[in-house]
């Protein structure tokens, strides 16, 4: 949390930046975008490793903070240098630091809560498929092993007939606006 505030500090304009070039302030924001990329990797390992549901909660305000910060110093930057593609190589030298720090990844428990969700939905339609009643032989339907799948004949027949309305309701649609 102190790397927050350390940056935070940082991140106030001052004096020295009010009316510098587009070198200064790239270069600054620059540093600051790796600073805030160290930041939230730094947050994102701690919220991990946290069991206690209040820190995981406090930690988890902190790096959607940093997380909305980097992408609002990204959006400078990019207005800065006029293009979507900054090079940091030279901060980064600067730094002493690898190109492999500026890679980002979701944070985990945002994938863990999804891997959650789709978790439940699979179970949800485990559920409706073993609801649903099984198709008879003599009903006319199609005549597959699965259910759910339709023979070669019935699929075309489907695709044809929707073509046909769908052509039905342009044709329509068309002839109501020549009239208009």
Known sequence: MRDVL?????????????????????????????????????????????????????????LESVMGRLLEVKFLLMQFCKSSIISFDDILVDLKLTPETLELQAPRYDVDEREQELSLRQKLWKSFDAQRPAPEAGDGGPQSSLPGQMNMDDALRMIQRNERVSLESNLQHFASRSRL
Do not use: T, W
Not at 10 to 21: I, M, S, V
Not at 43 to 57: A, G, I
């Open 6 to 62: 350390d940056l935070l500090e940082l991140d106030q304009p001052g004096d020295e930046l009010k009316g510098a070039k587009d070198d200064v302030l790239i270069n600054h924001f620059s540093y600051l975008y790796i600073r805030y990329i160290q930041c939230y990797k730094n947050l994102e390992d701690c919220m991990h490793q946290h069991v206690h549901p209040q820190k995981r909660m406090a930690i988890k305000s902190a």
